[in-house]
């Protein structure tokens, strides 16, 4: 034999408006929310839902564990949910060929490191500082 058990509802409007006994549970019957009342606080506290979660509020601290050498990003061309990328989409996304340490450049020789939009940074083992670049764009969390 099963027992059913229902908790109040009805609509945001309705629950926001209502002060529950405490621990009374209500469900949003048109947000399909989730909230707790604590006997005086009108409209309780928020449980959740993914409904109820803003858009690019969650922050790398609170994603699951990455697991070690992995690369977390986005080669969609636009916006998109985050990609766990392999070593070669890795190498797409930064220009760089596997194993490449060797560049051909009209007017330089030797070992060359480039910026990827063919200013040189480093050249025979000197660095040239006015092309340095700081910052690298993965995309963002959508």
Do not use: C, W
């Amino acid at each position: 034999m099963s027992i059913e058990v229902q908790i109040r509802r009805g609509t945001a409007a309705e629950n926001a408006a209502f002060t529950g006994q405490e621990g009374e549970l209500v469900y949003t019957t048109d947000t399909k929310d989730l909230f707790v009342h604590d006997g005086s606080t009108a409209g309780g506290t928020p449980v959740g839902s993914l409904a109820s979660i803003a858009d690019d509020s969650i922050t790398f601290a609170k994603i699951e564990e990455i697991p070690a050498n992995t690369i977390l990003g986005n080669n969609t061309g636009s916006s998109s949910d985050i990609l766990e990328l392999t070593t070669a989409q890795t190498r797409t996304l930064l220009n760089v060929a596997d194993g490449a340490n060797n560049y051909s450049h009209p007017n330089h020789t030797g070992e060359v490191t480039s910026t990827g939009d063919g200013a040189t940074v480093i050249a025979n083992g000197v660095v040239d500082s006015d092309n340095l670049s700081t910052t690298l764009d993965f995309g963002s969390i959508a």
